[in-house]
């Protein structure tokens, strides 16, 4: 089967872009076909611990790429899908908080964030890592998930002497109400 699947894409007339975007076009109607196995096997009962075991991830993984949550408040569909363009806008959070802009982050705060948070906390917060870890190096690449009506990224924070992890939650507005560094690498 998988010489079958690669003869489909594979060639010898050195067409690269068309045999990525051939094995990208497989790729895609494998996955839907895998969403709609998952959603028949749901139908019929299976549980999500049965989906993530098949699929070889933990049944909250599963959850969150094939399930369908149902809004408790008004029993409608929720949004699932993360807010676009929320990895660049936490890497501008982040980069602003390396270089010391502590007022570019919090004129993105939502209001109640903004009445709890000032920029000499901030900057506080922020002195405080540097401390205790020595000067900020890098970033890593966020992990995002949409959480009720919030998109939440948690990136790896590389400092001299420790790793953290930036979790960042913005509202669909693109505000910022929820931001923490974690110790550690979190998921």
Same mark, same amino acid.
Do not use: H, K, Y
């Given at each position: 089967m $998988?010489?079958?699947?690669?003869? %489909?894409?594979?060639? %010898?007339?050195?067409?690269?872009a068309g045999s990525i975007a051939g094995a990208v076009s497989m790729q895609t109607a494998a996955d839907d076909v895998v969403r709609a196995v998952v959603q028949q096997a749901r139908q019929h009962g299976a549980t999500w611990q049965v989906i993530g075991d098949a699929l070889g991830v933990s049944r909250q993984a599963a959850f969150q790429r094939y399930g369908k949550p149902i809004d408790p408040r008004t029993g409608e569909p929720m949004n699932t899908t993360p807010l676009p363009g929320v990895v660049e806008l936490a890497a501008t959070v982040i980069e602003n908080l390396a270089s010391g802009q502590w007022a570019r982050v /919090?004129?993105?705060? $939502?209001?109640?964030? %903004? $009445? +709890?948070?000032?920029? $000499?906390?901030?900057?506080?917060a922020w002195a405080q890592l540097v401390g205790l870890s020595g000067a900020f190096e890098s970033r890593g690449?966020?992990?995002? /998930? %949409?959480? +009720?009506?919030?998109?939440?990224?948690?990136t790896p924070l590389a400092f001299e002497a420790g790793d953290y992890t930036a979790r960042i939650a913005f509202r669909d507005d693109r505000t910022i109400t929820g931001l923490h560094i974690l110790e550690g690498q979190t998921s």
């Open positions: $998988d010489a079958f699947l690669a003869s %489909r894409v594979l060639n %010898r007339d050195e067409d690269w /919090t004129e993105q705060l $939502d209001p109640a964030m %903004r $009445d +709890g948070l000032s920029e $000499d906390a901030l900057a506080a690449e966020p992990e995002v /998930t %949409r959480a +009720g009506d919030l998109t939440i990224t948690n």
